[in-house]
């Protein structure tokens, strides 16, 4: 099943989020004028404990106006939720084809230079 983006500010409101647009007063060299952020308190998905996981935060940012920051938002909302809920788990737009070959080079790799850390360090093997 794939995922429908969505077009406008008025149907991420009808799916859930909460819409805010934030004014910040005058553009800064650290921080953009203009802001749109989009929540959701989100379901868990499996396991034990309470329902909702945590709250989905999304947000767009422009110097230039509000209208360019709802825009950002909107495309930056999309892409999160082609990421969350896409059937192929596509990795954010790349073919599983792709996925298939970068897993592909990360095993050969493993067996040329054997097993890497969490930090990418090569981890020594034991032979006994």
């Not at 500010?9 to 007063?25: E, H, K, N």
């Not at 309470?50 to 709250?55: C, E, T």
């Not at 082609?82 to 790799?109: I, M, P």
Request: proline share 3%; charged share 30%; aromatic share 4%.
């Amino acid at each position: 099943m794939a995922v429908t983006d969505l077009a406008n500010d008025a149907a991420a409101v009808a799916a859930g989020y909460t819409s805010t647009p934030i004014d910040y007063g005058v553009a800064s060299t650290n921080r953009p004028r203009f802001e749109r952020r989009y929540e959701k308190q989100l379901a868990r998905l499996g396991g034990t404990g309470p329902k909702l996981a945590d709250v989905q935060r999304v947000s767009g940012f422009s110097s230039v106006d509000q209208a360019t920051a709802d825009a950002n938002a909107l495309a930056n909302l999309n892409t999160v939720r082609r990421h969350r809920y896409s059937s192929a788990r596509s990795c954010l737009g790349r073919s599983v084809e792709q996925r298939r070959l970068r897993e592909r080079d990360h095993r050969r790799r493993e067996l040329s230079h054997g097993p890497r850390d969490r930090q990418g360090q090569v981890t020594r093997r034991c032979l006994g």
